[in-house]
């Protein structure tokens, strides 16, 4: 049986269901400031604490939603198992996301995972769809959702 075989017979009783939830986050001022110098995007209410708590509706700075989005790779690798004969996976895209709820500085985040679908594809290769939610501690509201999709390539691929 192929690598492909294999991690088809293993995840089809799991779409629908949860594949994981990661450890918790910190999102602090810091990382705030080294996401914001890293992409050259220092709006005010990421970067400039004294002004957000006075001229921003969230009463002191946010994180980036693409900060919060970047979390995701580190998030997966909390919850992910590699499948036999998985030779990496690759971010193949989204094809929805949504920003639902500010993050502020200082929160915690965690990302949850809901494994919702497979799809064998061509060479050998894997899709593989899941629901993320970005949750924050203490908010009913999670920073985001996002339908997530990523490429197992396996040793054995043509």
Not at 21 to 33: A, H
Not at 36 to 46: E, N, P, V, Y
Not at 120 to 149: C, D, F, H, V, Y
Request: aromatic share 10%; net charge negative; with cysteine.
């Amino acid at each position: 049986m192929s690598a492909l075989e294999q991690a088809i017979e293993f995840l089809t009783p799991q779409v629908g269901g949860e594949l994981g939830v990661s450890d918790w986050i910190t999102v602090d001022q810091q990382m705030i400031d080294d996401f914001a110098r890293t992409t050259r995007d220092m709006q005010w209410i990421h970067v400039d604490p004294a002004r957000a708590a006075t001229d921003s509706p969230f009463g002191g700075t946010i994180a980036h939603g693409f900060l919060t989005l970047s979390l995701a790779s580190r998030f997966f690798y909390d919850c992910q198992v590699d499948l036999p004969g998985q030779a990496m996976g690759i971010n193949y895209g989204f094809n929805k996301l949504r920003f639902l709820a500010p993050v502020p500085a200082g929160s915690r985040l965690r990302g949850r995972f809901e494994l919702t679908g497979i799809k064998p594809k061509p060479s050998g290769k894997l899709l593989r769809e899941m629901r993320l939610t970005i949750e924050i501690a203490g908010q009913n509201t999670p920073a985001l959702i996002a339908e997530w999709l990523g490429m197992v390539v396996f040793t054995d691929a043509g």
